[in-house]
């Protein structure tokens, strides 16, 4: 039989990285709203420009709702463990007895 084992350091740090990720994304893509696509010169160009930046936009929102969702399930994972962990801890001193 296998051992399972959940590092709480670990899901400390997928949790952290998840819940920030859309916030660190949002300030890039923030930054290419605010792009002057005349820059570029050419009309087709600067359309191409704002067009990708509408999409990095809609594609950050995106991966900020799944970011959340992996947030929740992390906590329910560390949740699940801790709860398993806490009744195995009493069914061993139960049984001592």
Known sequence: M?????????LGDLRRTFSTIADRMD????????ANGESVGAPKLIDDVHD???D?????GQIGKHAD?????????GKTF????????????????
Do not use: P
């Open 2 to 10: 296998g051992d399972l084992q959940i590092s709480g350091t670990v």
């Open 27 to 34: 300030t890039v893509s923030r930054a290419m709203g605010n």
């Open 52 to 54: 990708f930046a509408d």
């Open 56 to 60: 990095w936009h809609y594609g950050i």
């Open 69 to 77: 969702d992996a947030v929740h399930m992390i906590d329910q994972i």
């Open 82 to 97: 801790d709860d398993a962990d806490l009744q195995l801890a009493n069914s061993l001193k139960t049984g001592k007895k």
